[in-house]
């Protein structure tokens, strides 16, 4: 309750101030597909020269299907996902194959009728917002970098940030742990790290709502380590919501071991756990990029506002 209440008196952005404020007014409901459709995303990034998840294969009907399955011959890891999911849901991600199996994070085996259910449960809209239509997508498996590999547990930890106005406002990296079953959740369990927008570095932590220095699992100290590549996390983050027309995006990045930063997806209603992570609130650097936005500015520039308005922020 300490840091919800020092949250409340330094500008905390709650639900109802976001979808009013921010969502509503920067967002045109027109152009929610860029980024609710994960294949528009990707290939919007892919047109801009911003790097994203190789996309294997992809099935947009049942009978497609076996087609889009025939791609994993030869494959050992790979990640099956939905188009349209929300909050990490209907993803399995593949590490190895045991034979016929495939084996997840983790140790458990699936077999290949296993993954033929799954894609015909994400057509079908299972894990879809609204329930609609989806489509299924294979794509290559990121690898974590070894800094952030080491400060996580079973599964990929990602890099959010907040774009407002193409200023990046506030960033943090969701680290999974057992309790979050190796994904980057914040409601299940996974670690919220704070991370200045200038340093680079984890400055805060917290599970839920309670503050940790150190992985709940590996027990391995958390403040202080830099976020590999966080500068050009940053600068693809910028591109692609620039690339969407949207107004105030939260960019998921995931630091790979091979190929650095690449934009995981994009989110038109992002989250505000980040204030908890970085025991800051939101609102304070937002008003700030609405009094100092001046058309015009590059990348770079924008992303130094940014860092200043930080620097500036309670």
């Known amino acids: 309750m300490k840091v919800l209440n020092a949250l409340r008196s330094n500008g905390v952005l709650g639900i109802n101030g976001r979808n009013a404020a921010y969502t509503l007014r920067w967002n045109p409901r027109r152009l929610y597909p860029m980024v609710d459709d994960k294949l528009r995303t990707k290939r919007l990034c892919e047109e801009a020269g911003i790097p994203v998840p190789r996309l294997i294969a ?6 497609e299907i076996k087609r889009m399955l025939g791609a994993l011959e030869g494959l050992d890891d790979f990640v099956l996902k939905p188009a349209r999911g929300a909050m990490g849901n209907g993803i399995i991600v593949i590490h190895a194959r045991e034979g016929d199996a495939f084996l997840r994070p983790g140790g458990r085996r699936v077999s290949l009728d296993d993954l033929r259910y799954h894609a015909g449960s994400i057509i079908s809209g299972l894990y879809a917002l609204g329930g609609h239509a989806d489509a299924a997508m294979l794509e290559e498996r990121l690898v974590a970098h070894p800094i952030l590999a080491a400060i996580s547990e079973e599964g990929a930890p990602d890099v959010r940030i907040v774009v407002f106005r193409g200023i990046p406002v506030m960033a943090m990296t969701r680290l999974p742990t057992r309790r979050s079953s190796g994904r980057a ?13 200038s340093s680079g570095r984890i400055e805060h932590a917290m599970v839920t709502y309670t503050p940790v220095e150190r992985h709940p699992d590996s027990d391995r100290p958390l403040i202080g380590v830099e976020i590999p590549g966080f500068s050009r996390a940053l600068e693809i983050a910028v591109r692609a919501t620039d690339e969407t027309g949207l107004g105030y995006v939260g960019a998921d ?3 790979d071991a091979r190929l650095g930063p690449v934009i ?3 989110n038109a209603r992002p989250g505000l756990a980040i204030q908890v992570a970085n025991q ?11 009094e100092d936005f001046r058309p ?4 770079e520039e924008r992303i130094e506002m940014g ?3 930080e620097r500036r922020a309670p």
């Open 58 to 63: 992809y099935a947009g009907h049942h009978f």
């Open 185 to 197: 959740n914040l409601h299940q369990g996974a670690v919220g790290a704070g991370v200045g927008l």
């Open 253 to 255: 990045v995931v630091i």
């Open 264 to 266: 995981l997806e994009l």
């Open 280 to 290: 800051a609130g939101l609102l304070p650097r937002l008003r700030a990029v609405e």
């Open 296 to 299: 015009g500015l590059s990348v």
């Open 307 to 309: 860092r200043q308005i």
